[in-house]
């Protein structure tokens, strides 16, 4: 056979490896589903490719996971039938990581060490072979893909700087399609190699992995055997000789090594709702979505008529990580099936507007074609209105998290997703009635705690029109705003608008259950109660002295009036009514910076 050719790993690999190793993970155990998910993946991919070539399958149409365990030997083996790899793919796959997705990680390690946290890291960046380094010194993936013609055997050592690839030789080693994965176990992890406690891990980790997880498991069947009577006895007992002789039975237990399925594959969003529980759903996502907080919320229907589909949606508790990503439509939040057949995870807001990239979940369509494509989804007519559903559903759910009895949920949501809404107010018209009422805002009234539309318009005095803001960079300077005096004098609510993006987000609003936003900073702020005379007679008192200010300060105002909006500031700058608020020039200028 032709000698093993040796490789070097990228060198991000080995700094990865050497740091998965020795320094992260507590939990030793995620080695398993990680594999068991990259089985999955496999299998998803073939199942996928075999709609429209169905000859893929034609070696071996059973679709399933195998965990063999050599507890003697300290070696575990799964194989799945998925779609292999070349060896190209080998080299691609096993011997690099995407250059951005490893600068992520190494960065996400050191906040997460520095937090003192043991993320789950290791799934949340594609570094999941890896693992299973974890647990072993030696590693062995010998795999065929469909696309070739030969199979290959990769094999690589824990703390090493390369591997090496060569072609399967041994006939008792080779698999029609598929990978097959040996672990040789580290000396103190040996016992991983127990079937019972493998069967165990599958169970806990993998129980809504969609393929059959079997494994290979010691049985006994108890089975009665007659056994003749004793002879010595039989003689004893002389008189019943005449009798018939009793047969006399033994119970024995045969033990055999079989196959076990250790996981359920219905989907669980093919189940009926009534009949799963909250901590099923929870598992559910956390296991689909490598997530280690429960949701906010879940939301699991099925819609008929015109697009028939089934989902379950979720809104997670914790922002994804790294900041500067807030509002990234790509996040592989959403898993598409047709007809169970996972399609694609990948959307770029065909499925949910940006703005709600942050649910998760699942949907499986009947009425999509199994071929689908980025194209096709977005033109698709049935994608339009899957869509609008979806929408309509994710609120619903976001508004029971706003009417939960408690409400620190709704914080904690609005913490995490609250820009994702106002980014919303600006894009999506359509759906105003819907964000409006998700809204919040600190106000002269609650300046700790945030507060909704409606509360303020419950607020609202009875000869009140308008709904009144002021932005201002925080709590402390909305509060120091000289426009706010006469408002806080008649004991008029006036929203801070403290978040840049709230004050572009509230015009674009317009107004909230027909009462006006109106901004306290422009000019021609009217609170309902001019007194004509007074006015006159200061005008006459203090027309000349405006007129000399506004002399003396030229082309940097563009006008001086006199105000009746003060209590006891001697004056304030304020905007015109058409021009921008001094906050918006303030975010203006930082953006052309
Ligand atoms: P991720 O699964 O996030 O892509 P991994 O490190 O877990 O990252 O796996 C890297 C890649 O190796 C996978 O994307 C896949 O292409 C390939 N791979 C891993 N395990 C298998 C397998 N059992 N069958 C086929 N390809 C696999
Ligand atoms: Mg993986």
């Keep these: 056979p032709p000698p093993a050719e040796k490789y070097e790993y990228q060198a991000e690999v080995s700094r990865l490896m050497d740091l998965i190793v020795n320094s992260l993970y507590s939990n030793k155990e995620v080695f398993l589903r990680e594999l068991i998910s990259n089985a999955s993946d496999a299998l998803d991919k073939l199942r996928y490719l075999s709609v429209t070539e169905p000859q893929l399958l034609k070696d071996a ?37 995407a250059q951005s997705g490893t600068a992520k990680f190494l960065k996400a390690v050191k906040e997460s ?18 693992s299973a380094f974890l647990v072993s010194d030696k590693v062995v993936v010998s795999t065929k893909s469909p696309k070739s013609d030969k ?39 040996k016992g991983f190699a127990h079937p019972e406690r493998i069967q ?49 039975t033994k119970k024995v237990v045969e033990r055999f090594w079989d196959w076990e399925l250790a996981n359920e594959t219905q989907p669980i969003w093919l189940r009926n709702p009534k009949e799963v529980t909250t901590e099923e759903y929870n598992d559910f996502y956390k296991k689909t979505f490598n997530e280690y907080s429960d949701p906010l919320a879940s939301s699991h229907f099925t819609t008929e ?59 499986d369509s009947n009425d999509l074609p199994l071929n689908v494509s980025r194209e096709i989804l977005q033109e698709s007519r049935i994608v339009r209105i899957m869509r609008k559903r979806l929408v309509r559903k994710a609120f619903d759910m976001i508004l029971g998290i706003s009417m939960s009895e408690n409400r620190g949920d709704y914080e904690t949501f609005w913490e995490n997703f609250g820009k994702h809404l106002k980014l919303g107010c600006i894009e999506d018209r359509e759906n105003h009635k819907r964000l409006a009422p998700l809204l919040r805002f600190f106000s002269s009234q609650s300046e700790e705690e945030m507060i909704s539309l409606d509360e303020y318009v419950e607020n609202m005095k009875p000869e009140q029109k308008d709904i009144y803001y002021i932005a201002a960079d925080s709590v402390t300077s909305a509060r120091n705003a000289p426009f706010l005096e006469r408002l806080l ?5 006036v929203l801070y608008l403290v978040d840049p993006i709230d004050e572009v987000a509230i015009q674009n609003l317009k107004s909230y259950k027909e009462k006006n936003f109106v901004d306290i900073s422009k000019e021609d702020l009217d609170l309902g109660d001019k007194n004509e005379e007074k006015e006159k007679v200061v005008k006459e008192e203090f027309g000349q002295t405006c007129d000399w200010i506004k002399k003396r300060l030229g082309e940097k105002v563009a006008s001086v009036q006199i105000s009746n909006r003060l209590s006891s500031s001697p004056c304030v700058l304020v905007s015109g009514k058409f021009g921008w608020s001094a906050n918006m020039e303030r975010l203006m200028k930082a953006q052309t910076v």
């Design 200 to 248: 165990k891990l599958v169970k806990n980790y993998s129980q809504f992995v969609s393929f059959p997880i079997y494994t290979w498991q010691e049985k006994g069947i108890t089975k009665e055997v007659e056994v003749d009577e004793d002879p010595v006895e039989a003689k004893e007992d002389g008189q019943d000789e005449n009798t018939e002789k009793k047969k006399k």
């Design 151 to 189: 199979q290959y055997v990769w094999e690589g050592e824990a703390n090493a700087s390369s591997y090496t690839i060569r072609e399967e030789t041994d006939p008792g080693s080779l698999i029609p399609r598929g990978t097959r994965l040996t672990l040789y176990l580290k000396r103190d992890d």
């Design 113 to 130: 060490k520095d937090a003192g946290t043991d993320n789950n890291l290791i799934g949340q960046f594609g570094v999941g072979f890896y």
């Design 305 to 363: 008529g015109e697009v028939e589909f089934r989902s379950v949606l979720y809104v997670p508790a914790v922002a994804p990580m790294g900041k500067d990503d807030i509002i990234n439509p790509k996040t592989k939040n959403i898993r598409l099936y047709v007809k169970r057949v996972f399609i694609s995870d990948d959307f770029d807001g065909e499925l949910f507007p940006r703005y709600l990239s942050f649910v998760k979940g699942v949907v």
């Design 61 to 97: 149409v059973d679709l399933n996971i195998r965990i063999q365990t050599d507890k003697d030997n300290g070696r575990i083996t799964i194989i799945d039938s998925g779609i292999g790899m070349t060896r190209q793919e080998l080299v691609d796959c096993l011997g690099t990581i």
């Design 489 to 493: 004098e008649k004991d008029l609510e």
